[in-house]
């Protein structure tokens, strides 16, 4: 039988020390505040090494779990969609989450204090967000699916995306509404200047599959007209919101 690391160690570990975690706030759709201290972390597996995974597992679990209760984690999603394979019949699923910081340099200097990363089990992108919108309904728990990251680049000029902002912005509201869409982040800094660095958009569309993720984000008016594209990241199931 296939051995799944995933973390689990994690989940028990944080569920055990932080019983409030499930918690979600309500979050209002009327305003949007620009700030730019939130980052997404997106990470990639080095090894295949079951042995070497779990070497420094532990360590990477604490480290985790002290950055959650700190609040400087916040929206942790387990990718139990897409399992990284290790030998001796073993699998591990990574952790996508999003870091709090002033920088995207004091970010990764966060990122890069872990385990994994000094040990070299697995690298990382750090996207920058900008404000944190739209949290998650209720409705989104109502039926279990997988979750879906997609980070959007603008591609057109701002008088452009100026046009479309509003009809984008109703359809994602609409979808949040649903609980189709949920955790959205939004304006983050210099997305037109540096556009193919700094993410416009950062949202989680819930779907069976990546096909039918992709079918939601390919009817939203910045893809129709040409105004953003976005890249997904399978990142499993949602696990924690905050801790504060």
């Known amino acids: 039988m296939k051995k799944i690391l995933a973390l689990i ?11 409030g975690t499930k918690k979600e706030k309500t979050t209002k759709a009327t305003t949007v505040e620009t700030v ?24 990477q679990v604490e480290e985790f779990n002290q950055l959650f209760a700190d609040g400087i984690i916040e929206n942790a999603y387990l990718n139990n969609y897409e399992y990284v394979k290790l030998n001796n019949d073993a699998a591990l699923a990574s952790v996508m989450f999003f870091v709090k910081a002033e920088s ?16 070299k ?10 404000g944190k919108w739209l949290d998650r309904k209720p409705a989104a728990d109502d039926d279990k699916k997988y979750s879906f990251a997609t980070v959007w680049f603008l591609t057109a000029d ?37 556009r193919s660095l700094s993410p416009g958009m950062v949202f989680f569309v819930n779907a069976d599959t990546e096909e039918a993720a992709r079918e939601i984000c390919d009817g939203l008016v910045f893809t129709k007209e040409g105004v953003a594209k976005y890249k997904m990241f399978p990142v499993g199931t949602f696990w924690l919101g905050s801790s504060k």
């Not at 997404?40 to 995974?53: F, M, P, Q, R, S």
């Not at 089990?121 to 900008?130: D, I, Q, W």
């Not at 609409?174 to 210099?190: H, P, Q, R, S, T």
């Open 9 to 19: 160690i994690v989940i028990a570990m944080v569920s055990c020390d932080n019983p």
């Open 36 to 59: 730019t201290n939130n980052y997404a972390v997106v990470w990639d597996v080095l090894t295949d090494d079951h042995n070497y995974v779990m070497k420094y597992l532990p360590e």
């Open 104 to 119: 995207v340099i004091a970010a990764q200097a966060i990122v890069d204090k872990m385990s994994f990363v000094r040990n």
């Open 121 to 130: 089990v697995a690298t990382y992108n750090v996207y920058p967000v900008g």
């Open 158 to 194: 701002e008088a452009t995306v100026k046009k479309s902002v509003e009809k984008q912005s109703d359809m994602v509201i609409a979808l949040w509404e649903e609980g189709i869409i949920e955790n959205a982040y939004f304006a983050a800094e210099n997305a037109f200047e540096n």
